[in-house]
């Protein structure tokens, strides 16, 4: 909201006009007028603290609020009211700015929620129905006609068009879609008509998730955060037995009204007014931010982390390929049989999520009716037909047997190698080619451009995985992992390097959990890789990794500084208080000064990484 609007704002406002007025007084020689107007400066500044810090004392917490109410309160005893409104005037005002800047975060997010429309048309059996999109249910058919903006989350069932998702995944460049592609909610059509199958509710899609997601981020403190209130926590009670000493330390001496003057001083400068926000404004704003440019970041701790990998991780399907695999040659045991092979691991792969089974139902026209499936991640699927046991799988779950040649062959041109067996024989094998993302080589140059290592973890064979390595950039290659052995090398990883595990599939995701960032391709990625992941992308575009690395690091080096800065400030004033060399006023000036330099470099954290700002 405007500043004029924002009671938050309006009474430091207050404060300072009369502060002004009462200092002209007071220089003018008018006493009385000038005491009274500096008495409702002060009372105006305090009113923005003192009621909160008498609440939490009461909840028997000390923060750095009572420290101020404390110091004005003495500053008024003494007969310094000047210099007590001086106190609540700024801090009050350091204490808008943050919690302006905060709500600045926070209002960027939640307009992500713009996105969605307010009403959506459906069709139903009777016609086309305008609902609001608070109604919407998953498997209803929504109408998008060109420049509508996408109310949640859905499939297409007909119609072609492209998609504008800049505002979601940061992918500037609009999306062709058609029938089976996904389209997520805020999403602007471009000048086709479509039908889209929602996948989700009208409020529990992909676009509140985000906004879910990074709320609770900014709630979950990492380990600068937790630094910062480790150091703050004790810092406040032990200013307070400082005060108390020096104050008794006069009393020895022989001069109380000097010592209790220097002991609210002290008390000012040694509060950690600055370093009680050091972090927080940072996370809030940096996590924001990505969450804008299509990077979900679930905690503070995740965004540390982050900041800190030196090397990623990446798997193969549906992360470094195109995600988009086809099904490119099929044999079988007698030639006849090309479409029963089709037929049946389609009915098979019709139960799983893994990037390679929607390739496989797409090239069948009629998939058998296959029941009892279980999915061995990392292996094949397992069910029945027509009371046989039916199994597709890689090659090193099943033996090609009389294939093997013919599955070497598929493997030396890029293919990966699907067996299908029926009845305990192997009747035939597919190969599938998943092309490689376009800017996957670019996004290995700039991560190494900036001394991020990377490694291919892959459950495909290695001469598959060694050719689009080799395509990509990558020299650390790891093939033929299970679930378990993906898991077990990021940890062999994380070792001695912090680690980050890129992947999209439920085969991922113990790595993902293993590694010290887990990050989830998310429009296209599973359940349990996006549920096991700290951070998830909206969007495919792999050169959002590199951004989103630079992006976190220069968050980590803003928190760092601002933690710097605020200890510095603390161990230079203390001195100055306790010797005498500054008063209350220019104690508290400098803190607050220091408060808002903190403030002001906290929020640098939510520009956009400058790879993005073109």
């Known amino acids: 909201m405007p500043w004029w609007r924002d009671r938050h704002l309006l009474l430091p406002i207050a404060s300072a006009a009369?502060?002004?007025?009462?200092?002209?007084?007071?220089?003018?020689?008018?006493?009385?007028?000038?005491?009274?107007?500096?008495?409702?400066?002060?009372?105006?500044?305090?009113?923005?603290?003192?009621?909160?810090?008498v609440k939490r004392l009461l909840r028997r917490r000390v923060g750095v609020g009572l420290l101020m109410t404390i110091a004005a309160a003495g500053a008024?005893?003494?007969?310094?009211?000047?210099?007590?409104?001086a106190l609540a005037f700024l801090f009050s005002i350091a204490e808008a700015l943050e919690d302006r800047a905060m709500d600045k975060a926070r209002t960027g997010l939640r307009a992500l929620l713009s996105l969605i429309p307010e009403t959506a048309t459906v069709s139903k059996l009777s016609g086309e129905v305008t609902m609001p999109v608070d109604e919407l249910r998953e498997l209803d058919i929504l109408v998008i006609r060109p420049g509508d903006r996408?109310?949640?989350?859905?499939?297409?069932?007909?119609?072609?068009?492209?998609?504008?998702?800049?505002?979601?995944?940061?992918?500037?460049?609009?999306?062709?879609?058609g029938p089976g592609d996904h389209v997520p909610a805020g999403s602007i059509n471009g000048g086709g008509s479509m039908q889209l199958e929602a996948t989700a509710d009208g409020r529990d899609n992909s676009l509140t998730k985000i906004v879910e997601l990074v709320e609770q981020a900014s709630a979950r403190k990492g380990e600068r955060a937790r630094l910062a209130d480790r150091i703050a926590r004790p810092l406040v009670p032990a200013v307070l037995i400082l005060a108390g000493m020096?104050?008794?330390?006069?009393?020895?001496?022989?001069?109380?009204?000097?010592?209790?003057?220097?002991?609210?001083?002290?008390?000012?400068?040694?509060?950690?007014?600055?370093?009680?926000?050091?972090?927080?404004?940072?996370?809030?704003?940096?996590?924001?931010?990505?969450?804008?440019?299509?990077?979900?970041?679930?905690?503070?701790?995740?965004?540390?982390?982050?900041?800190?990998?030196?090397?990623?991780?990446?798997?193969?399907?549906?992360?470094?390929?195109?995600?988009?695999?086809?099904?490119?040659?099929?044999?079988?045991?007698?030639?006849?049989?090309?479409?029963?092979?089709?037929?049946?691991?389609?009915?098979?792969?019709?139960?799983?999520?893994?990037?390679?089974?929607?390739?496989?139902?797409?090239a069948s026209a009629d998939p058998a009716p296959v029941v009892?499936?279980?999915?061995?991640?990392?292996?094949?699927?397992?069910?029945s037909l027509d009371g046989q046991a039916v199994r597709v799988g890689s090659p090193r779950w099943i033996s090609p047997g009389a294939f093997s040649d013919r599955a070497a062959s598929f493997e030396e041109q890029g293919?990966?190698?699907?067996?299908?067996?029926?009845?305990?024989?192997?009747?035939?094998?597919?190969?599938?080619?998943?092309?490689?993302?376009?800017?996957?080589?670019?996004?290995?140059?700039?991560?190494?451009?900036?001394?991020?290592?990377?490694?291919?973890?892959?459950?495909?064979?290695?001469?598959?995985?060694?050719?689009?390595?080799?395509?990509?950039?990558?020299?650390?290659?790891?093939?033929?992992?299970?679930?378990?052995?993906?898991?077990?090398?990021?940890?062999?990883?994380?070792?001695?390097?912090?680690?980050?595990?890129?992947?999209?599939?439920i085969n991922d995701a113990p790595a993902l959990a293993a590694a010290?960032?887990?990050?989830?391709?998310g429009v296209?990625?599973?359940?349990?890789?996006?549920?096991?992941?700290?951070?998830?992308?909206?969007?495919?575009?792999?050169?959002?990794?590199?951004?989103?690395?630079?992006?976190?690091?220069r968050g980590r080096q803003i928190m760092t500084g601002n933690i710097v800065l605020s200890l510095g400030i603390i161990v230079v004033l203390f001195p100055l208080a306790l010797l005498g060399v500054l008063g209350l006023a220019g104690v508290v000036l400098v803190h607050e000064i220091a408060e808002v330099v903190v403030i002001l470099n906290g929020s640098r954290a939510a520009r956009r990484p400058q790879s993005l700002q073109a």
């Not at 008024?76 to 409104?85: P, Q, Y």
């Not at 349990?528 to 969007?539: D, K, L, Q, Y």
Request: aromatic share 4%; hydrophobic share 50%.
């Open 18 to 53: 009369l502060l002004a007025v009462g200092y002209a007084l007071d220089w003018s020689g008018v006493d009385l007028p000038a005491t009274i107007v500096l008495a409702a400066s002060l009372l105006a500044g305090a009113a923005t603290f003192v009621p909160g810090a």
């Open 76 to 85: 008024v005893l003494l007969g310094h009211v000047g210099e007590a409104a």
């Open 150 to 177: 996408v109310a949640t989350d859905g499939i297409v069932v007909s119609g072609r068009s492209s998609i504008d998702n800049s505002a979601i995944t940061g992918e500037s460049i609009p999306v062709e879609v």
């Open 246 to 362: 020096i104050v008794i330390f006069g009393f020895i001496v022989g001069d109380p009204l000097l010592w209790t003057e220097r002991a609210l001083v002290v008390l000012v400068a040694a509060s950690p007014c600055a370093l009680a926000i050091a972090v927080p404004v940072t996370v809030i704003s940096a996590i924001g931010a990505a969450s804008r440019f299509g990077v979900v970041i679930k905690s503070g701790a995740a965004f540390e982390q982050l900041g800190a990998v030196e090397l990623v991780a990446f798997d193969k399907t549906g992360t470094l390929t195109r995600g988009r695999p086809e099904v490119v040659a099929v044999e079988a045991v007698e030639e006849g049989q090309r479409d029963r092979v089709l037929a049946i691991a389609a009915g098979l792969e019709s139960h799983s999520t893994h990037p390679l089974a929607a390739a496989i139902v797409t």
């Open 372 to 383: 009892e499936v279980t999915e061995e991640p990392g292996r094949g699927i397992t069910g």
């Open 415 to 505: 293919m990966t190698v699907v067996v299908v067996e029926f009845g305990g024989e192997v009747v035939g094998i597919l190969g599938i080619r998943d092309e490689l993302k376009p800017e996957a080589a670019d996004t290995i140059r700039r991560l190494a451009a900036v001394g991020i290592d990377t490694a291919m973890l892959t459950g495909d064979n290695t001469r598959t995985a060694a050719a689009l390595a080799r395509q990509a950039g990558i020299t650390d290659v790891h093939a033929e992992l299970l679930p378990g052995d993906k898991a077990s090398a990021i940890e062999t990883y994380s070792a001695t390097r912090r680690t980050a595990m890129i992947g999209d599939g």
């Open 516 to 521: 010290d960032v887990g990050i989830a391709m």
């Open 524 to 553: 296209s990625g599973s359940d349990a890789a996006i549920e096991s992941a700290s951070v998830a992308f909206t969007g495919n575009d792999l050169r959002l990794i590199p951004a989103a690395l630079l992006h976190a690091r």
